[in-house]
């Protein structure tokens, strides 16, 4: 099966500049996930969807991070403006359900790199 | 989250079995462990999970203490492919998240 599918790969932008990421998840996996995961460190989860709700996304800045995922299938990570502490790895994850018993499948992530 | 601890790294060799420790004092009679790896420049990769017996799969085996306040994953053949952090992760309940520490380094030698 096709794994989870992220774009761009690389990011490299200003500080203040916005950026946003695109997620395409594994067929028919409900649940969906944006981590970021600064270097030498693991990944931290933001926000979590079911379907095209938001189950969780205690972790996610608000005042400037935004995720959607209009139609339960692909979603897009966005921030605006972007801050030198934001540099970092943006990982999605899917998997089947959202009980925390089903196995996370992730993508490689996009390196965004702040100047 | 409850949270797990595991040394920094461990070397082994080409070939040869690894066992990589997890203490998890704070686990509950629900909690399950599970295990990813993620290689460099990789997303984290699922490799097992299990709550009281020891489990087998392609990639690895999971044995679980009888008092369930430690694990060890074991790898049974390392191959260089096997180099990556180890993640031990102690989730319990239906809306329990993944929390990530830093996990255990492991370095292959060939």
């Known amino acids: 099966e096709a794994g989870v599918a992220q774009s761009p790969r690389y990011k490299i932008i200003e500080k203040r500049q916005s950026v946003a990421f695109w997620c395409n998840p594994i067929?028919?996996?409900?649940?969906l996930y944006w981590y970021q995961q600064i270097l030498g460190q693991g990944p931290k989860l933001l926000i979590q969807?079911?379907?095209?709700?938001?189950?969780?996304d205690s972790q996610l800045p608000k005042d400037r991070f935004s995720a959607e995922r209009l139609k339960g299938v692909d979603s897009t990570l966005k921030i605006q403006p972007a801050k030198l502490e934001d540099s970092a790895v943006y990982l999605c994850?899917?998997?089947?359900?959202?009980?925390?018993?089903?196995?996370?499948?992730f993508g490689d992530g996009t390196r965004l790199s702040i100047l | 989250d409850a949270k797990t601890t595991q040394p920094n790294s461990m070397e082994s060799n080409e070939e040869e079995p690894v066992h990589l420790p997890c203490n998890h004092s704070?686990?509950?009679?629900?909690?399950?462990i599970h295990w990813y790896r993620q290689l460099p420049s990789q997303g984290p990769e699922y490799v097992i999970h299990?709550?009281?017996s020891n489990v087998n799969n392609r990639m690895a085996s999971l044995a679980i203490a009888e008092d369930r306040k430690s694990s060890t994953l074991i790898l049974h053949r390392a191959t260089l492919r096997d180099a990556a952090v180890y993640y031990c992760?102690?989730?319990?309940?239906?809306?329990?998240?993944?929390?990530f520490g830093k996990g255990i380094t492991l370095s292959v030698r060939p």
């Open positions: 994850a899917s998997s089947l359900g959202y009980q925390g018993l089903w196995p996370q499948h």
């Open positions: 067929s028919g996996h409900a649940t």
């Open positions: 969807f079911q379907n095209n709700g938001v189950v969780d």
């Open positions: 704070t686990i509950s009679g629900t909690d399950y």
């Open positions: 299990g709550l009281t």
């Open positions: 992760i102690q989730l319990g309940g239906a809306n329990s998240k993944l929390t």
